[in-house]
């Protein structure tokens, strides 16, 4: 059974920095395609970046694109996403998801593909 624990999250000034880490135990990685969403008070959840099996494909939401990266340590078995010149905006719990059997080459922010979810770590930004 795969698990998954995020940790980074924190409170941050606006234009300040967070990586967001992402760690798996149970099985590896390196065959899934894993996903960061978010969840702002009162709202839904939404993709903000994924990575394809063995990271040949990133895809971002555009209110992060040039702001945000993803990327994966298969040794360690870890996905993380940097997220710089933070908005207030970008305020919610991130959460780690997992499609255990990705289509090659492909990673999305659908909610129907997620096979594993983590249970989030809070972002907060403000002043």
């Known amino acids: 059974q795969l698990q998954l624990v995020e940790s980074g999250g924190g409170l941050v000034q606006p234009g300040g920095s967070l990586r967001l880490s992402c760690a798996a135990s149970?099985?590896?990685?390196?065959?899934?395609?894993v996903a960061w969403f978010r969840q702002a008070p009162g709202k839904g959840r939404e993709g903000v970046s994924c990575?394809?099996?063995?990271?040949?494909?990133?895809n971002y939401a555009d209110s992060v694109k040039g702001r945000f990266t993803i990327s994966g340590d298969n040794a360690k078995n870890t996905v993380y996403l940097q997220m710089d010149s933070l908005k207030p905006e970008d305020t919610g719990v991130y959460y780690c998801?997992?499609?255990?059997?990705?289509?090659?080459?492909?990673?999305?922010?659908?909610?129907?593909?997620?096979?594993?979810w983590g249970r989030g770590t809070q972002v907060t930004v403000s002043s």
């Open positions: 149970g099985s590896p990685l390196a065959r899934t395609a």
């Open positions: 998801a997992v499609d255990w059997r990705p289509f090659p080459g492909v990673c999305t922010f659908a909610l129907g593909r997620v096979d594993f």
């Open positions: 990575i394809s099996e063995r990271g040949s494909v990133t």
